[in-house]
């Protein structure tokens, strides 16, 4: 007698949940955003207290998302990021700290993290941070973003030093990666830009990330700069 029963589908795997990393040098508020981070599904790899102890388990963990404060013990924030990014280009560092001051920000911003958080974020601000972060969308505290865009666009602005580097020329984009930096630089996020050219959100990020290898730059905001600098933001 033949089995004509219905075969059981094959259930589809489970996503692999972000790997995060919680750097502050105050213990009782570093355990409270990784139990938060933890309990909103991310997985949380390891915690540090200091400079040294967070580049080596960043090392030791590859976390997709470092949540890092800026005044750590041993070695500054700013360090931290600068070591991480130069040791690894794809990690994504959110900082979360208690200045809001610009120059802290700046300082931030060029040493390679993709946003910034104040710590008077709420919980559901800073998880859904750590989402946009981990895809690459620049996250700041509302009112941040305009000073960052506006110092790229100072620069961008300022007479070239006489003996500035000439370099070799910016690699060739295509008419599409163009268009999409055009938004990039506006500061519309994946969601909107694949919305507005009518494209899928992977197919965004697929641009994005070809742009940041032809021109050799690291994260988002390091793309918003150079589209600034390029006048593609007008």
Do not use: C
Request: aromatic share 4%.
């Amino acid at each position: 007698m033949s089995d004509t029963s219905t075969p059981t589908p094959t259930a589809e795997p489970a996503p692999t949940p972000l790997k995060v990393l919680v750097v502050d040098d105050h213990p009782m508020w570093r355990e409270a955003v990784a139990r938060d981070l933890a309990a909103a599904g991310y997985d949380v790899v390891a915690t540090a207290g200091d400079g040294p102890e967070a580049v080596r388990r960043a090392r030791a963990t590859s976390p997709n998302v470092v949540i890092l404060d800026l005044h750590l013990p041993k070695l500054p924030g700013v360090e931290v990021a600068r070591e991480l990014v130069r040791h690894d280009r794809s990690v994504r560092i959110l900082v979360l700290s208690a200045s809001g001051e610009q120059e802290d920000v700046l300082e931030a911003v060029k040493a390679g993290a993709t946003g910034y958080l104040v710590k008077s974020a709420s919980r559901e601000e800073l998880v859904d941070a750590v989402g946009r972060t981990a895809v690459g969308d620049p996250v700041f505290t509302p009112g941040l973003a305009g000073l960052v865009l506006g110092e790229f666009r100072r620069m961008a602005t300022d007479p070239p030093r006489k003996d500035a580097d000439k370099g070799p020329a910016a690699p060739r984009l295509t008419d599409r990666e163009t268009e999409v930096l055009r938004m990039v630089a506006k500061g519309l996020s994946y969601k909107q830009i694949a919305q507005r050219l009518f494209l899928s959100h992977r197919t965004v990020q697929n641009h994005v990330q070809n742009t940041l290898n032809k021109l050799q730059l690291h994260n988002r905001v390091e793309l918003v700069r150079y589209a600034i600098e390029k006048g593609l933001d007008d």
